[in-house]
């Protein structure tokens, strides 16, 4: 539980503002960050430079993706409760 929120809610509605949803928070495809800039963006479209997000093919390619969505969540004052790698890693 995340406050009021079970894990499955917020993943309902995560998946409800985006266009890719993802099967779970352990989803071995958020380690690109596509998903997380998808979600951010439904929150506020002109947070995110797309010129600075990489395709995320490479373990470089994931870890500057997921240091640029924490650096944007951050700025749109998101609660941050993880590292960049382990956004990365998708600890399953």
Do not use: H
């Not at 929120?5 to 960050?33: H, M, Y």
């Not at 969505?69 to 951050?74: C, L, N, Q, T």
């Amino acid at each position: 539980m995340i406050g009021d929120k079970t894990e499955d809610q917020l993943l309902a509605w995560a998946n409800g503002r985006v266009q890719t949803p993802v099967n779970s928070f352990r989803d071995p495809t958020i380690s690109d960050c596509k998903f997380l800039f998808a979600l951010l963006a439904s929150v506020e479209a002109r947070s995110i430079d797309e010129t600075v997000i990489a395709e995320g093919d490479s373990d470089s390619d994931k870890e500057n993706n997921a240091k640029y969505v924490i650096s944007v969540a951050r700025k749109l004052g998101a609660q941050i409760f993880m590292t960049w790698e382990d956004i990365k890693e998708v600890i399953n």
